[in-house]
C-alpha cells in the first residue's frame, strides 16, 4: 500500500456472507438489495422460484438455499459483493466459507422466530474469525412479533455489545436512523425505545475504543458521528461493538437504510481484521500479513467449488492481494505449472459477468480448472508457494451411508460423480471401503445429517443418470487399545533365488483420547537400518488403517519400534512392511483392545408438550440430557449427548412423537467406548482381513 492510503478502487469495495438459521429470509432479503441497488428490475420470489441466489431447480423446488450463491451490484459508488448462504444445519459447509470471503457477516434473525441455533452459531463462527458482525432482524412486517423484546433477547444471548443503529418506526412501515441522528431528533419516533437513548448508546460505545474521544464525549456531551470512522471501525474489528438493524426483505422497509449502512460503515478490503493467511511449510508457520494493494504479488483463496457437467471444474475465489487479470498466470499452491486464467467472471446467481481484472476485496471465479480444489491460495510469484490461509473448523461428518450403482460395472463412474460432489462441499467425505475387507467392495459417504445425504442423493440420481442402492448408515467406529503391549514378528521368505528377511519388534501404548497416533523409532545400533525405518512405518500405518479385532481404524496409541533384525542380501522393504503391520497385529490383540463410538451432542427443538417423550426416549438410548431452555414460544430445545449408532432414522421417531414438528441437529461431540456386548457383536460381524497383504 502507497504512503496515501489504499488504492481507492479497493476501499469502494465491499463483500458481506448472508448467513443465519433457513427461513430467515436471506435469500429474499439479497433480491431486496439487488433491486433497490438496481442490479435487477424488482425483487423475485421464493413460492416462484425466482430469486437471483436460488437458482437451481431443487432449491426452487424447495423453497430453501442448498448452496452459497454470489451476487453483486454497484450502488453510489460502491461495489458490493454478497454471498447468500444457505441456514440449514446439514449445509453449514457452504455456509462457513463464506466467512473467508467476506469482511462482514450479516447475521439475519427471524423476527418470527427469535433466536436460532444457526444464528448464534454463525455470529460465533464471525467472531472467532475476526469477521467484522451485524445482525439483520428481518420479517418485521409479520403480525405478532414482540420486536424490543427481541432487541432484549439479542443483547442477552448475543451480548451488550449488541446496539441497535436504527428502529422500526409507523408501525414497521420505516425505520429510523439510530447513529448519524442528531442525540434530540426532530424527525418520527420509534416503534419502541428511544431514538436519542440508542443513539447515545451507541456513542458511548464507539468513543469508549479511544480514549480522546472519551474526553471529547465527557466534555461536550456528544461527538459528531462522521467524525467516527476510525473509532467505530476499531470497535466493529475488535467485536465492542455488534450493530443490530431492523427490515423486511417482502415489504422493502429498512432496506435502502441497511444498504446505506453497508456502504457507509461496514469495513472495506483494507479495513477489519486482516485475513489470517499463514507462512512456512514447517510445523510453526508464522502470520503472513496480506496487502490488500492490487500492485503487489497476488493471493487469491478459494472459497467455493462448483462441478459443472458443462462447464468443467470452476473455483470462485475471494482475492486478497494483487491483480488478477484475464489471461495472466497463476499458480495453484505448490504446483509447478501455472493455469492459464482464461474466461474471468463475476456471478450474478447463475449467471457469469465477464470481467477483465479482478481487484482484493473482489470475488470471481475462474472456469474449466480440473487443478483447482477448495482451500486453494492461487498466486503468481513462485516464492509465494507456501502461503495458505488459516483453516476453518467445519464438523466432522458423522452420518453414513454405503451407495452403490445398481448396474454392476458401474461402480468407477458412480465414484466420480460423488467425488466432483465432495469437492463441492467440505462437510461431504467419501471413502472406498473394501480393501480391508470390511464392508466389501463399497463407496461410503459420511455428511452431517440425514438431509444432507438426502440430498446428495438427488444431486447423485441427477448426474448419474442411473439407479443407486444404498444400505443404511454406516457408524465410523474406531478401535484403540487399553494397556500396553509388545508385538514381533519375523517376515522369512526362501523361494528360488534371492529371499525376503524383516524383523521386527514394538511396543504399543494408550494414548489420551483424541490424541491420534504417534510413531517412534527408538532402535539402536542399526539393527533395523535407517532406511527400513519408513518400511516398518508403512506396516504399521496399514494395520492402523484397516483396524485389527473389528475392522475400524485404531487411534489414539504409540508405537515405539525399538529392536529388529536385517540381513544383508535378502532384506527388502516389502519384508519390513509385512513384519511392521504383523508385529502390530499382534501386539494390538495383547493390547486389550477396545471399539469406540462416535458420541454426537443432539439438539432437539420441538413443542413443549411432546418434550417428556423426547427426553425419556433420549435416556433409554444410552443418552443424557444437559439442558432445556426456550425457543421459539410454545416450543422448548433439549440439549444432551448420545452414541451416535442410537440416532439412526432420528427423524423418524422424532416425527412420531412430535407429530412431525420436531427437528434435531447432530455434532460430533467425542469417541467412547462401546458397552462389552456391542463390542462383541462387532468383532463377531468381522471377518479378519489380515490374511489380504
Ligand atoms: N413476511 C415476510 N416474509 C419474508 C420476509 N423475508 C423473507 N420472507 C419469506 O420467508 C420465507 C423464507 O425466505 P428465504 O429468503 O428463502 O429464507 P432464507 O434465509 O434464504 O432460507 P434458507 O435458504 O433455507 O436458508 C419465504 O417464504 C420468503 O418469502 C419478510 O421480510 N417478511
Ligand atoms: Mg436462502
Known amino acids: 500500500m502507497s504512503d496515501t492510503g489504499p488504492d481507492p478502487r479497493v476501499s469502494a469495495i465491499r463483500t458481506v456472507a448472508l448467513v443465519g438459521p433457513a427461513a430467515a429470509g436471506k435469500t429474499l432479503l439479497l433480491d431486496a438489495l439487488l433491486a433497490h441497488a438496481g442490479a435487477i428490475a424488482q425483487a423475485g420470489s421464493i413460492e416462484r422460484g425466482s430469486t437471483v441466489s436460488d437458482h437451481d431447480p431443487l432449491e426452487k423446488r ?10 453483486h451490484f454497484t450502488h453510489g459508488g460502491i461495489r458490493v459483493h454478497a454471498i447468500d448462504t444457505p441456514g440449514a444445519p446439514d449445509f453449514v459447509g457452504q455456509a462457513l466459507p463464506a466467512l473467508e ?12 422466530n427469535g433466536i436460532e441455533l444457526m444464528a448464534q452459531r454463525m455470529l460465533t463462527a464471525a467472531g472467532e474469525r475476526g469477521v467484522t458482525r451485524l445482525v439483520v432482524v428481518n420479517k418485521i412486517d409479520c403480525p405478532d412479533i414482540d420486536l424490543p423484546g427481541l432487541l432484549g433477547q439479542i443483547r442477552e444471548v448475543f451480548g451488550k455489545e449488541c446496539l441497535p443503529l436504527n428502529l422500526p418506526a409507523g408501525g414497521a412501515k420505516c425505520v429510523v436512523d439510530c447513529f448519524f441522528a442528531a442525540s434530540s431528533p426532530l424527525g418520527p419516533e420509534a416503534d419502541f425505545s428511544s431514538i436519542a437513548d440508542a443513539h447515545r448508546a451507541l456513542v458511548e460505545q464507539v468513543v469508549e475504543v479511544d480514549s480522546a474521544f472519551v474526553d471529547r464525549y465527557l466534555t461536550d456531551g456528544d461527538v459528531d458521528p462522521r467524525e467516527l470512522h476510525a473509532p467505530l471501525e476499531q470497535a466493529l474489528r475488535e467485536g465492542h461493538l455488534i450493530p443490530v438493524c431492523f427490515c423486511s426483505a417482502r415489504t422493502g422497509a429498512g432496506i435502502a ?3 446505506a449502512v453497508i456502504e457507509a460503515l461496514m469495513p472495506n478490503p483494507a479495513e477489519g481484521n486482516p485475513p489470517p493467511f499463514l507462512e512456512g511449510k514447517g510445523t510453526e508457520p508464522a502470520p503472513y500479513p496480506a496487502a490488500p494493494d492490487p500492485a503487489a504479488h497476488v493471493l487469491a483463496h478459494v472459497f467455493k467449488i462448483v462441478a459443472d457437467p458443462y462447464l468443467g471444474k470452476m473455483g470462485v475465489l475471494r482475492v486478497h492481494q494483487g491483480r488478477v487479470a484475464k489471461g495472466g498466470l497463476l499458480f495453484v499452491g505448490h504446483a509447478r505449472k501455472p493455469i492459464r486464467v482464461g474466461h474471468l467472471f463475476m456471478l450474478q446467481g447463475a449467471r457469469h459477468v465477464d470481467i477483465d481484472e479482478a481487484l482484493p476485496g473482489d ?13 486453494a491460495v492461487l498466486h503468481d510469484a513462485q516464492e509465494d508457494e507456501h502461503i495458505f490461509l488459516q483453516a476453518l473448523d467445519f464438523p466432522t461428518p458423522v452420518h453414513g451411508l454405503a ?7 458401474d ?16 462437510c461431504l467425505r467419501i471413502e472406498q471401503a473394501g480393501h480391508d475387507g470390511t464392508y466389501g467392495h463399497q463407496t461410503l459417504v459420511y455428511g452431517l445429517g440425514e438431509l444432507h445425504l438426502r440430498l446428495l442423493l438427488e444431486r447423485v440420481r441427477e448426474l448419474y443418470k442411473g439407479e443407486v442402492v444404498t444400505e443404511p448408515p454406516r457408524i465410523a467406529y474406531r478401535e484403540t487399545i487399553s494397556a500396553p503391549a509388545e508385538g514381533h514378528y519375523r517376515h522369512k521368505k ?3 533365488g534371492a529371499g525376503q528377511f524383516g ?3 514394538l511396543r504399543i501404548e494408550p494414548l489420551e483420547r483424541g490424541a491420534g497416533f504417534e510413531f517412534v523409532d527408538a532402535v539402536k545400533g542399526g539393527t533395523i537400518p535407517g532406511q527400513f525405518m519408513p518400511a516398518v512405518e508403512k506396516g504399521v500405518r496399514s494395520a492402523l488403517a484397516s483396524g485389527v479385532i473389528a475392522g475400524y481404524p485404531l487411534v489414539d496409541l504409540r508405537v515405539v519400534v525399538y529392536d529388529g533384525k536385517h540381513h544383508s542380501v535378502d532384506s527388502k522393504e516389502i519384508a519390513f512392511v509385512t513384519a511392521g503391520r504383523r508385529a502390530m497385529m499382534e501386539a494390538v490383540r495383547e493390547a486389550r483392545p477396545l471399539v469406540l463410538e462416535p458420541i454426537v451432542q443432539v439438539e432437539i427443538t420441538a413443542p413443549d408438550p411432546s418434550i417428556g417423550d423426547i427426553t425419556g426416549d433420549l435416556a433409554s438410548r444410552r443418552g443424557q440430557v444437559n439442558g432445556t431452555r426456550a425457543a421459539v414460544p410454545g416450543s422448548l430445545i433439549v440439549q444432551g449427548l448420545a452414541p451416535l449408532a442410537e440416532l439412526t432414522s432420528y427423524q423418524t421417531r422424532l416425527n412420531a412423537m412430535t407429530a412431525g414438528q420436531g427437528r434435531y441437529t447432530l455434532l460430533l461431540s467425542h469417541y467412547e467406548a462401546v458397552p462389552p456386548n456391542t463390542q462383541a457383536t462387532l468383532v463377531g460381524a468381522y471377518k479378519a482381513g489380515d490374511e489380504v497383504e
Not at 424447495?62 to 451476487?71: D, E, I, V, W
Not at 470475488?363 to 482451500?375: E, G, S
Not at 466432483?420 to 467440505?426: A, G, K, N, S, T
Open 503 to 505: 524383523e521386527v519388534y
Open 257 to 259: 437504510e441497511l444498504l
Open 363 to 375: 470475488l470471481c471465479a475462474v472456469a474449466k480448472v480440473d487443478d483447482i480444489a477448495f482451500d
Open 411 to 426: 461402480e468407477q463412474k458412480l465414484w466420480e460423480v460423488l467425488a466432483r460432489l465432495v469437492d463441492e462441499d467440505p
Open 403 to 409: 451407495i452403490s450403482p445398481a448396474r454392476r460395472g
Open 62 to 71: 424447495l423453497g430453501h438455499s442448498l448452496q452459497s450463491s454470489l451476487a
Open 494 to 496: 526362501q523361494s528360488g
Open 101 to 112: 470471503a467476506a469482511d462482514t457477516a450479516i447475521v439475519v434473525i427471524n423476527a418470527q
